[in-house]
């Protein structure tokens, strides 16, 4: 089991810049959940999908963030137009119950924004 | 206000010292509480989880959970230099409110 896989794992881009990234989830697991990591904020949620339908998206910057999953094998998440204020590493988790169960982590991706 | 509450910010105990992390949440919609550890680099993993009032054991790490207060603990015995990395509580509802929710962190050294 390779766990959570993130991709990719380091990226940099110009302020006003879009920027993808994705994760694929443990074989299995019914939800997929994004969060953020900065220094001051610490560790926030983003968003959620049970079975690739959206859930909850109430940590979701509303207008430049969105995510999907188009299949249960990935999602992603894209940034528009990008800010030095989203620079963070982004974490992807999966879970085999999505009402409560244990949430495994990928390694996330440090987006830096110049 | 953060509804997670971690202390202290750092700790720094010798080889095969316990250590002891604390918890406390502010929304008693919390039911579900977990300790995740995250090394520098990497992703935060699951150590251990506690629904239940009480003890839990698993190895060197005892989790103690009480929901009147709201108060979480972890204790690790015999700590070892693997175990210095960030240490997260992090509570949810579960059902349909499944996200959790982290506290700050503790930030544990372990000195040999």
């Known amino acids: 089991n390779a766990g959570v896989i993130q991709t990719p794992r380091h990226k940099v881009t110009g302020k006003g810049q879009e920027a993808t990234l994705w994760c694929e989830p443990i074989s299995g697991h019914s939800a997929v959940f994004w969060y953020r990591q900065t220094i001051v904020q610490g560790l926030e949620f983003l968003t959620y999908?049970?079975?690739?339908?959206?859930i909850d998206d109430s940590g979701m910057p509303k207008e430049r963030f969105s995510a999907q999953m188009p299949n249960q094998s990935h999602s992603t998440l894209k940034i528009q137009s990008t800010q030095p204020q989203d620079s963070a590493v982004y974490l992807c988790?999966?879970?085999?119950?999505w009402g409560g169960g244990t949430q495994y982590f990928g390694p996330g991706t440090r987006l830096l924004v110049l | 206000q953060q509804k997670v509450q971690q202390s202290p910010e750092s700790l720094s105990v010798p080889e095969g010292g316990m250590a002891s992390l604390n918890c406390t949440s502010s929304?008693?919609?919390?039911?579900y509480f977990w300790w995740y550890r995250q090394h520098s680099g990497e992703g935060p993993k699951a150590l251990m989880s506690i629904f239940s009032d009480g003890d839990k054991k698993e190895g060197r790490f005892t989790a103690h959970l009480n929901k009147a207060s709201l108060h979480v603990s972890l204790h690790i015995r015999d700590s070892q230099p693997s175990d210095s990395a960030l240490y997260f509580c992090a509570a949810s509802s579960g059902g349909s409110n499944a996200k959790l929710t982290f506290g700050k962190g503790t930030k544990l050294s372990v000195k040999s």
């Open positions: 988790a999966s879970s085999p119950d």
């Open positions: 999908f049970r079975n690739q339908a959206p």
């Open positions: 929304d008693r919609n919390f039911q």
